[in-house]
């Protein structure tokens, strides 16, 4: 191929993006067709956050954008269109196709030789409207795993769908109480919440047949937008709309394609170098759950905002470049900063400030105070996703109880790979807050050093503390750390001896 015929083709696959309305229009059309986030989220196949980003002025590329464009298209019309009589009867597919091939309007339906990819869902569609191919029926949208709701018959004499609760009476467990928990200022009854977890699980034991491994490779395949799903439940009623696509500054973006950005995590790898004289039997703990109990941290609400003031504000969070204060107790504890060799100041998280001006204190005076320098923070709280993580533990809570390893690793690929994705990640396009996904890890690494110092204030030899959730020490940890399972609890991971008349593998 020539140089111009290389320049013809490449002019020929080119094509301009489509334009949208505003992005006040946008949030509009939806809400005067009286339609959820989610609903439109589903047929576009994004997250009902992404769609909150495009109303707030993010804008959609590529495919998406088109059939984005087609649905604000789409509802301008329907709004405009004067209201029509209600028929008395339902129609069937055939006879309402006939109906919009008949009427010389504009939106001409075809009906399409194959099949093909509807443009709002992707499954495969039988006919076209104006030229796109689509399902006539909504409620074909979405493809075969949201298959109509089944009508059953109602107390009232009418019919209900089966996941609708009657309205006549309340359903009461067998001791006359009916359980209820909070959602928004309301409560409601717990029979009526659904549970997403416990449906997948259900779903992917009876897709695979009953495979266990083959189930529970499926459910961590689709933890990520499943985790996202459960984020998005778990906000309605929330005080507070997450914002998923913010403005970052530079010391949150990558420096490099592979790079870093150049926030320090204050990631402990730390090891006591000198033990007292004598025989010493050592405890690696492995901490239950550290990412899933890390949720629980004071997340910026909004936009990330720069300031020069040297006092911490309690009610903000986000990241502060700092002059850390010198650390005299590594023989015995970790420095809550981590590893680090380079003096001078560094960027950390709000978990690791907090951490440090909380051992500056009167009540432990372990160091000085850090200098802050500046910072970019916003008003937080601690509750951001609060009951995001209360389900998660929730299942698995029951799952340990229940020895339901299907459920077990699902949720703990829902949290880990949620943390994990909520940076420059290409697996997870419907938030990006690479400020949250360092905090909540910080968070993680802070209160792995809390147990520590837990340990050493009760007596206890710490003897190592790697990452987020290994905690080697020496006496009766017993007698401090609960042992289990659950995310309060501790499990022992290894056990050794150090010193003393021991054989030559001792203290590997």
């Known amino acids: 191929m020539t140089g111009f015929e290389a320049i013809d083709a490449l002019l020929a696959e080119s094509r301009q993006e489509v ?32 769609v909150g980003g495009w109303e707030s002025g993010r804008e959609p590329a590529g495919e998406v954008r088109e059939r984005y464009a087609y649905f604000l298209q789409g509802a301008r019309t329907k709004l ?13 597919e055939s006879s309402a196709t006939a109906e919009f091939e008949g009427s010389g309007g504009a939106d001409e339906v075809e009906t399409l030789p194959a099949s093909e990819a509807c443009v709002l869902c992707g499954y495969p569609a039988l006919h076209q409207v104006a030229g ?36 006549t009476a309340t359903p009461v467990p067998s001791g006359g109480l009916v359980k209820v928990v909070p959602v928004g200022r309301r409560v409601q009854s717990a029979a009526e919440v659904p549970d997403r977890i416990g449906d997948a699980v259900t779903a992917a034991l009876a897709a695979h047949a009953g495979d266990v491994e083959a189930a529970t490779a499926a459910l961590v395949r689709r933890a990520i937008p499943d985790a996202m799903a459960l984020l998005d439940e778990t906000r309605k009623g929330g005080r507070y709309d997450i914002v998923a696509h913010p403005w970052i500054p530079d010391v949150l973006r990558k420096q490099t394609a592979r790079g870093a950005d150049q926030i320090w995590e204050a990631r402990p790898k730390w090891f006591r170098s000198e033990l007292p004289a004598g025989r010493h039997e050592v405890t690696a703990l492995d901490i239950n759950g550290a990412y899933l109990s890390a949720l629980k941290t004071h997340l910026p609400i909004g936009r990330l905002e720069h300031s020069t003031d040297s006092v911490h504000d ?24 981590g590893n680090r060799d380079e003096p001078g100041p560094l960027w950390v998280t709000e978990p690791t400030l907090r951490l440090l001006l909380r051992m500056s204190g009167p009540d432990h005076g372990l160091c000085d105070p850090p200098v802050i320098h500046e910072s970019f923070t916003s008003g937080a709280t601690e509750g951001l996703l609060e009951k995001f993580r ?15 390893e299907v459920t077990f690793e699902y949720v703990k690929a829902m949290y880990s790979k949620f943390v994990a994705t909520m940076g420059e990640s290409n697996y997870n396009r419907e938030l990006y807050r690479p400020d949250w996904m360092h905090l909540i890890r910080s968070q993680a690494f802070a209160n792995l050093w809390m147990k520590a110092y837990k340990a050493y204030d009760e007596g206890l030899v710490v003897v190592r503390a ?19 399972r659950g995310v309060s609890e501790v499990k022992v991971k290894d056990t050794y001896t150090v010193g003393g008349d021991v054989g030559p593998g001792a203290g590997k």
Do not use: Y
């Open 80 to 92: 405009e269109e004067p209201a029509s009589p209600q028929k008395s009867a339902p129609v069937d």
């Open 314 to 337: 309690r009610r903000r969070a986000g990241v502060h470049l700092i002059t850390p204060p010198v650390w005299e107790h590594e023989a015995v504890l970790p420095n809550p900063l």
């Open 466 to 484: 790697m990452g987020t959730d290994e905690l080697h020490v020496s006496g009766d940890w017993r007698g401090v750390f609960p042992e289990g």
């Open 132 to 167: 796109f191919p689509q399902h006539l029926d909504p409620a074909e949208c979405g493809g075969p795993d949201e298959p109509p709701r089944q009508a059953t018959p109602a107390t009232d004499g009418g019919a209900r769908t089966a996941d609708e609760p009657s309205a």
């Open 390 to 404: 209360v389900a998660l533990k929730d299942a698995r809570d029951r799952a340990i109880v229940t020895g339901d």
């Open 19 to 50: 334009e949208l309305p505003p992005a006040e229009e946008r949030r509009v059309l939806r809400e005067s067709l009286n339609l959820s986030r989610t609903q439109v989220a589903r047929v576009l196949g994004v997250g009902p956050s992404t």
